[in-house]
C-alpha cells in the first residue's frame, strides 16, 4: 500500500517536472504572441491587456514595421540571400549526399565528417575566418560572399536530411531501371529523385532556415546595403528594444512553425513513399 | 586507387561540394589560423628600419640609419594608410607606441632636419632615445610569432627568455576558457535533467499525446534564436514579466524585482532553453527504440523501479545521452549570441572574447590564437562524436 | 575598394529599389554598383541620428542629389582602422568625438579638412573667427557641444533625489543598479570629480598613476552595480524600463525622451562633462571622396548646425549659427535653457579636455577593458 502511495507521488512528481519543462519550452515564445499586441511600448503586460479591455490592444508596432523601410529592405535582402544560399546549398548538398549513399564511397566517415563540420564550428570562427578571407579577395560586403557562407552553412543540413532520406532508398529499384535501359541520368530523375524529394526538400528547408536565422555572419561580413532581418533585429536587441522587435518575431514564430509542418508532412510522405 | 565505376561516380557526385565547402569554408578557416602566429605587416612596411636593426642588440641606441629610415618609411606607410598596420603591433608591445608613431609620421616631414636623423627624431618625440622602443619595433618585425599564443594561455615571455605564468591580475583568458568550459557543462547537465524526463515521457506516451509533445520541443527548435533570445529579455528583464508577476503575487517587493538577465543568470537560462532541443531529440530517438516490455520484464523479475531504471532503462539510454550531451556540449562552448545580448559583464563567454578582439581591440592576431584553441577544443569533441556515435547517424527533428 | 564611381544622376535616384534588387544579380552588386549617387554615413544612432536626418541629410540630397545611406555606431576608432587596415573601406563620413579625430588624423586614416575653407558664417564671418575656441583642430572642427550628465526616472525616485556626482556613487543612500557608458571617457572624470578632485585638477589627477588608480578604485566601488551601455539609445530605455535606478547619458538622449516620449526622467547637470562632437571626418581611401567633400561641407553650414538643435539640445559651436537656436520643432519648448552650455546648467561642469584624450585614449581603452574583465 505505501509502495503504491509512492509510486503514485513518483509518478506525480514526474508528470508535474515534464510540465514545467514543457512550459519553460514553449511559454517565452507564446508570450511574445500577446505583447506584441500591446498598445503600450512596454514590454510587460499592461493591467487593460490583463482586463482583456480592446483599446489596450493594437496592431500599432505591426504598422510599424511594414511603413519601415529598414524593415521591408531586411525582407528582401534575407529573400534574396536566402533563396540563392538554399539553391547552391541543396544542389551541393543533394549530389553529395547521392555519393556519400552508394556503397562504394571510399572513406565516407572522413568526407561526411568534412561536410557536415560547418554546423557544429563555432559561429563566431567562421564568421572572423570568413570575415578576413572574403575581404582579403574582394567579397566582403557583398551579396556573394554572404551567399557564398550561408551556403556552406546550409549545406550540411541538406546532406543530413537527403542521407536519411536515401537509407530508407531500395537500390534495386536502380538496378531495376537499367535493366529496363534507362541510363543513370535518366533512372536518377524518373525513379530517385522522385523518391527521396521530400528530403531534398525538407533540406533545403532547412538550409534556408538557417540563412534566415543567421546573424553572426552577417554581422561580421555584411554592410548597411546587406542588411538582413535577424541583423536589423540584432541591432534592435542590443540598441533600443521596441515593440516593433517582437512584431517582427511573431512573423519569424509563424514562419518557423510554417517550416515545422511542412518538413513533418514530408517526412510522412516520403515514410509513406516507401 | 581504382577511378571508374561505381566508386568513380560516388566520388565525383561528393567532389562539388568537398571543393564548395573546401574554397567557402575550410579556406576561411585557415586564413583565421594563419593570423594567429604571421604577422608580415610591420616586416612589410618598414623593411629598411628592420635592416638596420638588425645586428642591433638593444644595447644604447641603435644606428643612425636606423633613425634614417624610418624618418623615411614612417611618413610614407602614413600617405599609403598602411601606417595603421604598423601602429597597431607595435603599440601591443609597448603601449603607447600608436601615438609616438603616428605623432612622428605626421610631424617627421615638417620638422627641421637636426644635423642628424637620431637628432630630429629625438626632437619630435623623446621616446625615440629609449632602446625599449626600438626593441619593440624589432620584435614587431618578426613575421612569425608565438607571442598570441602565449598571450592566449596566459603565458609571458621573461626577460631572461624563459617563459612564466602573467601575473595574477592580467590572467584573463585561461579564466575566461575555463568559464566557458564549466558554463557549457552546467548547460548540458540542466539539459540532461529537464531533457531525460521529458524525451521519456514523449518515447512512452501513445502515439498522438507523443506527437503533440514532439511538436512542444520542436516548435523551439525551429524558432529563430534571435526571437528565443528577445522572448528571455522580455522574461527576465527588471519591469519583464516574470519579475511583475512575482511583484503583482506579493511575492518580491516592487523596489526588489530579481536580477536575473545581463548577468550569468541570463546566459546560462536563455542557453539552456536554446539547446534543450539538441538534447531531447537524440534522446528520444534512443528512447523509442527501447521495447517497454524490458522494463516489465525487469518488474517481473523483482527489480523495483529504481532499480530497473538503473540496471536496465539507463545502459540503454546511454547513446543517447552521449549524442545529446556531446552536441549540446558543442554547440554551448562556441557560443555567441546569447551571451552577447543577455550576458551583460559578468555572462560573456571565450566567443564574446573573440569577437571584442576582431572589432574593437583590433587584436586580430590574439583573436586569431584564441579562435583555435577554441577550434582544437571543438574537433576534439567532434572526433569524440563521431567515434561514438557516428557523423551519419546524426539526425534533426 | 575598386568600386566604380557611380555617375551622378539625380533621374537615377533611387526610382525602384526593390525592382533593381531583384534584377540586378548578386554580382553584379558584390562590385558595390549602386546606380544612383550615394554615400554612407556613420553617426550615433537614435534621436541624434534622426536630428541630423531632419536638420539637414534631407535638404542636402534635396540639393545634390546625392543619396544618404545612414549607419549607426557607439563611437571608437575600430572599425574605420579596420576598413582602412583591410584595404575595404565603404564607410564615407563619420561623426568622430574630438579626440578620436585628432587620433585618427595623425594615423593618416581620415582626410584632414580644412577649416578654414568650410563655408562662412551667417554674416560672412570667415569660418576660423565664427567656430568657437577649442572648437577646432588641426583635423577639422567640432559640430556640437554635447554633455554626458547622469539622469533618473521620478518613477522609480520618490523622496529626496541624488542632486551630485556623488550621488551618483552612493551605493548606501541610493541602493540600485546604474547605467554607465561601456568606455573610459567621461566615466574616469565622474569617478574623480565624485572622489572629491576639484574639478580644475581632474586631468592633471589624471596625469598621474595615482591619480588613475584612484579613478578605478572609485569604479570599484560600484562596479558590481553597473550594466554598461554601448549605444546612446540605450540609456533612456534603461531608465524606462527601471533596468538602472539611474544612468549615464547623452543629455540630448534624455531631453527627447522627456519631451517626446513624456518619460518622467530628470537630468542631474552637477558634475556634467561637457564635450564636443565632431569633426565629421571622411575616411580616407573612400571612392566617393567629392561627394563626401560636399556633404561635409554642406554639415558646416551654420544652418545645419543649428537646425539640428531644433531637435535635439546639442548647441552649435559656430557662433553665428548660436542666433538661429529656438524652440523646439515639434513641442515649441524653448530650446536655450536645456543646453547643455546653458549658464544654469554650467555650475558644476567639466570641459572635457579632447587633447588629453587624444594623447591617452587608447592606453586608457586597453586599461578600461581589462579592468572590466576582472
Known amino acids: 500500500m505505501n509502495a503504491l502511495l509512492v509510486r503514485r507521488a513518483g509518478h506525480y512528481g514526474f508528470i508535474a517536472f515534464c510540465a514545467a519543462a514543457f512550459i519553460f519550452l514553449v511559454a517565452p515564445i507564446l508570450v511574445i504572441v500577446p505583447l506584441s499586441f500591446n498598445a503600450e511600448p512596454y514590454f510587460t503586460f499592461t493591467e487593460g491587456m490583463l482586463r482583456l479591455d480592446p483599446d489596450a490592444y493594437s496592431l500599432r508596432w505591426y504598422r510599424n514595421v511594414v511603413e519601415d523601410e529598414a524593415w521591408s529592405r531586411a525582407l528582401v535582402n534575407s529573400l534574396i540571400i536566402g533563396s540563392a544560399a538554399t539553391l547552391l546549398a541543396t544542389a551541393l548538398g543533394t549530389l553529395a549526399a547521392l555519393g556519400l549513399a552508394s556503397p562504394a564511397m571510399p572513406g565516407r566517415a572522413l568526407i561526411t565528417g568534412i561536410l557536415i563540420s560547418p554546423m557544429v564550428t563555432p559561429i563566431i570562427i567562421v564568421a572572423v575566418g570568413m570575415f578576413f578571407f572574403y575581404s582579403s579577395i574582394g567579397l566582403g560586403q557583398s551579396y556573394t560572399g554572404l551567399i557564398l557562407a550561408h551556403a556552406a552553412l546550409g549545406a550540411p543540413f541538406v546532406v543530413i536530411t537527403v542521407t536519411a532520406t536515401l537509407s530508407g532508398f531500395d537500390r534495386t529499384l536502380l538496378r531495376a531501371a537499367a535493366s529496363l535501359g534507362a541510363g543513370p541520368l535518366r533512372s536518377f530523375f524518373r525513379v530517385q529523385l522522385p523518391l527521396i524529394a521530400p528530403g531534398v526538400f525538407s533540406g533545403g528547408l532547412f538550409a534556408f532556415a538557417t540563412s534566415f536565422d543567421e546573424v553572426v555572419v552577417v554581422l561580421f561580413m555584411g554592410g548597411l546595403e546587406q542588411r538582413t532581418i535577424p541583423r536589423q533585429m540584432w541591432s534592435g536587441i542590443r540598441e533600443q528594444i521596441s515593440p516593433s522587435i517582437l512584431a517582427v518575431a511573431v512573423f519569424l514564430i509563424a514562419f518557423a512553425v510554417l517550416a515545422l509542418f511542412t518538413v513533418q508532412w514530408l517526412r510522412q510522405r516520403s515514410a509513406e513513399a516507401r | 586507387m581504382q577511378l571508374r565505376g561505381p566508386r568513380a561516380t560516388a566520388v565525383a557526385l561528393t567532389l562539388p561540394l568537398l571543393a564548395f565547402i573546401g574554397l567557402s569554408f575550410v579556406a576561411p578557416l585557415g586564413t583565421l589560423l594563419s593570423k594567429s602566429a604571421y604577422e608580415p605587416n610591420v616586416a612589410n612596411i618598414l623593411p629598411r628600419t628592420l635592416a638596420a636593426l638588425d645586428g642591433w642588440d638593444g644595447d644604447g641606441l641603435p644606428p643612425e640609419a636606423a633613425f634614417a629610415s624610418l624618418a623615411e618609411e614612417l611618413p610614407k606607410a602614413r600617405q599609403e594608410r598602411t601606417l595603421v598596420r604598423v601602429a597597431g603591433p607595435v603599440n601591443r ?160 517587493p516592487d523596489s526588489e524585482r530579481l536580477e536575473m538577465i545581463y548577468n550569468m543568470t541570463g546566459t546560462f537560462t536563455a542557453m539552456t532553453h536554446v539547446l534543450l532541443p539538441f538534447m531531447v531529440l537524440p534522446l528520444y530517438s534512443v528512447m523509442r527504440s527501447i521495447p517497454p516490455t524490458h522494463m516489465a520484464a525487469a518488474a517481473s523479475l523483482g527489480a523495483n523501479p529504481v532499480q530497473g531504471f538503473m540496471r536496465v532503462y539507463l545502459p540503454q539510454t546511454l547513446p543517447g545521452i552521449g549524442a545529446g550531451g556531446l552536441l549540446v556540449f558543442i554547440l554551448a562552448i562556441g557560443y555567441y549570441i546569447t551571451p552577447a545580448l543577455v550576458g551583460g559583464r559578468s555572462g560573456q563567454l571565450i566567443s564574446n572574447m573573440i569577437a571584442y578582439h576582431v572589432q574593437t581591440s583590433l587584436n586580430w592576431g590574439l583573436a586569431a590564437a584564441l579562435s583555435s584553441i577554441l577550434l582544437v577544443a571543438v574537433i576534439g569533441l567532434y572526433l569524440i562524436y563521431s567515434r561514438l556515435i557516428g557523423i551519419d547517424r546524426m539526425r534533426l527533428g | 575598394m575598386n568600386k566604380p564611381n557611380p555617375v551622378p544622376s539625380k533621374v537615377a535616384a533611387r526610382p525602384n529599389r526593390a525592382l533593381r534588387w531583384l534584377t540586378g544579380l548578386p554580382l553584379a552588386m558584390a562590385a558595390g554598383a549602386l546606380a544612383a549617387e550615394s554615400i554612407t554615413v556613420v553617426s550615433w544612432g537614435g534621436s541624434y541620428a534622426r536630428a541630423c536626418v531632419e536638420a539637414y541629410h534631407k535638404a542636402f540630397t534635396a540639393e545634390t542629389g546625392i543619396e ?248 552649435p559651436t559656430r557662433e553665428s549659427a548660436k542666433a538661429l537656436v529656438d524652440k523646439h520643432w515639434e513641442t515649441g519648448i524653448d530650446m536655450a535653457p536645456h543646453m547643455p552650455t546653458a549658464p544654469e546648467n554650467m555650475k558644476r561642469a567639466l570641459q572635457s579636455d579632447w587633447r588629453w584624450w587624444s594623447d591617452h585614449r587608447d592606453e586608457m581603452n586597453e586599461r578600461f577593458s581589462a579592468w572590466l574583465i576582472r
Not at chain 3, 139 to 163: E, K, V, W
Not at chain 3, 242 to 259: H, K
Open chain 2, 93 to 252: 608591445l609597448k603601449s603607447g607606441m600608436r601615438r609616438v608613431l603616428t605623432r612622428t609620421a605626421r610631424q617627421v616631414e615638417k620638422a627641421e632636419y637636426a644635423g642628424s636623423w637620431r637628432e630630429t627624431l629625438i626632437g619630435i618625440n623623446p621616446a625615440w632615445q629609449e632602446p625599449d622602443t626600438w626593441l619593440a619595433i624589432q620584435a614587431a618585425g618578426a613575421r612569425f610569432t608565438l607571442r598570441h599564443y602565449l598571450q592566449a594561455l596566459d603565458l609571458e615571455r621573461r626577460p631572461d627568455g624563459g617563459i612564466g605564468l602573467r601575473s595574477e591580475e592580467s590572467r584573463i583568458y585561461m579564466p575566461l576558457l575555463w568559464r566557458t568550459l564549466l558554463v557549457s557543462l552546467g548547460v548540458t547537465l540542466l539539459c540532461l535533467a529537464i531533457g531525460y524526463p521529458i524525451a521519456h515521457l514523449i518515447a512512452t506516451s501513445p502515439p498522438k499525446r507523443s506527437n503533440l509533445l514532439l511538436l512542444m520541443v520542436l516548435v523551439p527548435f525551429w524558432t529563430s534564436l534571435l526571437v528565443r533570445t528577445t522572448a528571455w529579455i522580455v522574461l527576465l528583464q527588471r519591469q519583464g514579466v516574470i519579475n511583475s508577476l512575482l511583484v503583482a503575487l506579493g511575492i518580491t
Open chain 3, 68 to 315: 544618404v545611406l545612414l549607419e549607426d555606431y557607439n563611437g571608437g576608432l575600430a572599425q574605420v582602422r579596420a576598413q582602412v587596415d583591410a584595404g575595404a573601406v565603404h564607410w564615407d563620413v563619420v561623426d568622430l568625438e574630438m579626440a578620436d579625430g585628432k587620433l585618427a588624423c595623425d594615423e593618416g586614416i581620415i582626410e584632414p579638412i580644412d577649416s578654414a575653407q568650410l563655408p562662412p558664417g551667417l554674416n560672412g564671418e570667415a569660418p576660423m573667427d565664427d567656430y568657437m575656441p577649442g572648437a577646432v583642430s588641426e583635423c577639422g572642427p567640432g559640430a556640437l557641444f554635447y554633455s554626458t550628465i547622469y539622469a533618473y526616472n521620478t518613477r522609480y525616485i520618490q523622496g529626496s533625489p541624488p542632486t551630485t556626482i556623488e550621488d551618483f556613487f552612493d551605493l548606501e543612500k541610493f541602493p540600485g543598479r546604474r547605467g554607465m557608458r561601456r568606455s573610459p571617457l567621461a566615466n574616469l572624470e565622474f569617478a574623480l570629480m565624485a572622489d572629491g578632485v576639484p574639478l580644475d585638477q581632474v586631468y592633471a589627477v589624471l596625469d598621474t598613476e595615482a591619480g588613475l588608480e584612484r579613478a578605478f578604485r572609485k569604479l570599484d566601488s560600484i562596479k558590481d552595480q553597473v550594466v554598461w551601455w554601448e549605444a546612446g539609445a540605450q540609456p533612456p530605455q534603461m531608465l524606462a524600463d527601471g533596468e538602472v535606478l539611474m544612468s549615464t547619458a547623452y543629455n540630448g538622449r534624455i531631453f527627447n525622451a522627456q519631451v517626446l516620449e513624456r518619460q518622467p526622467f530628470v537630468i542631474v547637470w552637477d558634475g556634467q562633462v561637457l564635450d564636443i562632437d565632431g569633426p565629421l571626418a571622411i575616411v580616407s581611401g573612400t571612392s566617393r571622396l567629392e561627394a563626401a567633400r560636399q556633404f561635409v561641407r554642406f554639415a558646416n553650414r551654420p544652418t545645419s548646425m543649428a537646425y539640428v538643435s531644433k531637435y535635439i539640445s546639442y548647441s
